[in-house]
């Protein structure tokens, strides 16, 4: 009966571990898919997809079929993932440098993708950064 208990914590342990494993491979793709989606909308018109959000809140991106769009409603992915973005402005110093304080640059946005769900130990959020620009000026 011990080497029954042992062999069964053994595979409970080993299930748990695939499972964050698998987690953790999904939210890594979902996270490089909400950068090429936000590029997306970048490339499409920085007018329209980009300019009139609200810089500093959360953003959710929807797929209708055949492109990308933006929401401000979430929509979970495969019933667990909650994938949003968030735009913040970017400063720029004398140098034309970015930086903490400075002159706001219309055509340089930061972006923040971030990815989380519910686990056995409460939530875990992934989250990466980076920047667009403007640079089809559209």
Request: positive net charge; proline residues 1%; aromatic residues 10%.
């Amino acid at each position: 009966s011990i080497s029954i208990f042992g062999i069964t914590l053994i595979s409970i342990i080993s299930s748990r571990a695939m499972n964050e494993a698998l987690n953790n491979v999904k939210v890594s793709f979902l996270l490089e898919e909400g950068i090429e989606a936000t590029k997306i909308l970048r490339d499409r018109s920085w007018s329209l997809n980009i300019k009139p959000l609200v810089f500093g809140n959360n953003n959710y991106l929807n797929f209708d079929g055949s492109t990308w769009q933006t929401t401000s409603v979430n929509t979970f992915i495969d019933s667990k993932f909650e994938r949003k973005f968030v735009l913040e402005n970017v400063l720029r110093d004398v140098n034309y440098d970015i930086a903490s304080s400075g002159t706001s640059d219309a055509n340089t946005k930061k972006f923040t993708v971030s990815v989380s769900w519910q686990n056995r130990n409460g939530t875990t959020t992934k989250q990466i950064s980076g920047y667009i620009i403007n640079i089809f000026n559209n």
